[in-house]
T-cell receptor
C-alpha cells in the first residue's frame, strides 16, 4: 500500500510569484485535504476535495485554489505569493464519507517566500 | 466543534505509560474525540478516535469519561519514537451526510519521552 506523497519537498519562491504543489493520495482514497502549517503552529485547514469537487474550505483567500484529478491526486495552487505564505503545506487523504476524519498525511512541502 | 484544552507539555520515562489528558467540557452528544500526533518534520499521524466507549488499537488506548467532558490518550509503553506533539480534536463527524473532514488542530501537547 503506497502512502501519501507530495512534491516537491522544498521550494523557494519570490513574493508575487505563483506556485503549484502536488499530492498523490493513498491507494483507494477518494478524498484529499490540504493544510497550511506555520512554524510553531498546528496545521490549518485550507480546503478538501471529494471526488474532484471542493467539499469544504477554511478561512483562506481565493488566491489559494485546488484541483483533484480522476485518479484522486491533487494540486494546490497559490497565486500572488506573500511572505506570510511561507509554511509547511500538508496534504492528507482519506476514504471519504464514513471515514473522512481518519486522514493520512504526507510529509509536506516546505515553501519559503522571499 | 467543541473546544479542547491540553497541557502544553509532558514528560515520560521510556517504557512507562504516557497518559495525555484532554478537556472538552462543551462536547455535544454526537461529537467524536480524535487524536493525532506529529513527530518532528513529519505530517500528522492518526492515532485513534471514539464517541462514548473506551477504544484500543495497536498504537494506543482512549479513555473517555462517562460525562464525556474529558478523555485520556494512553501510550502503554512509551518509546523514544513517541516523542511528538499530540493533538486532541473534537468534531462532528459526517455533518450533513457528507465527509467534511476539516480537522481543527490546536496547540497540542508536546510529549517528550526520556531514556
Amino acid at each position: 500500500e503506497t502512502g501519501v506523497t507530495q512534491s516537491p519537498t522544498h521550494l523557494i519562491k519570490t513574493r508575487g510569484q505563483q506556485v503549484t504543489l502536488r499530492c498523490s493520495s493513498q491507494s483507494g482514497h477518494n478524498t484529499v485535504s490540504w493544510y497550511q502549517q506555520a512554524l510553531g503552529q498546528g496545521p490549518q485547514f485550507i480546503f478538501q476535495y471529494y471526488r474532484e469537487e471542493e467539499n469544504g474550505r477554511g478561512n483562506f483567500p481565493p488566491r489559494f485554489s485546488g484541483l483533484q484529478f480522476p485518479n484522486y491526486s491533487s494540486e494546490l495552487n497559490v497565486n500572488a505569493l506573500e511572505l506570510d505564505d511561507s509554511a509547511l503545506y500538508l496534504c492528507a487523504s482519506s476514504l471519504g464519507r464514513d471515514r473522512g476524519y481518519e486522514q493520512y498525511f504526507g510529509p509536506g512541502t516546505r515553501l519559503t517566500v522571499t | 466543534d467543541a473546544k479542547t484544552t491540553q497541557p502544553p507539555s509532558m514528560d515520560c520515562a521510556e517504557g512507562r505509560a504516557a497518559n495525555l489528558p484532554c478537556n472538552h467540557s462543551t462536547i455535544s452528544g454526537n461529537e467524536y474525540v480524535y487524536w493525532y500526533r506529529q513527530i518532528h518534520s513529519q505530517g500528522p499521524q492518526y492515532i485513534i478516535h471514539g464517541l462514548k466507549n473506551n477504544e484500543t488499537n495497536e498504537m494506543a488506548s482512549l479513555i473517555i469519561t462517562e460525562d464525556r467532558k474529558s478523555s485520556t490518550l494512553i501510550l502503554p509503553h512509551a518509546t523514544l519514537r513517541d516523542t511528538a506533539v499530540y493533538y486532541c480534536i473534537v468534531l462532528l463527524a459526517n455533518a450533513g451526510g457528507t465527509s467534511y473532514g476539516k480537522l481543527t488542530f490546536g496547540q497540542g501537547t508536546i510529549l517528550t519521552v526520556h531514556p
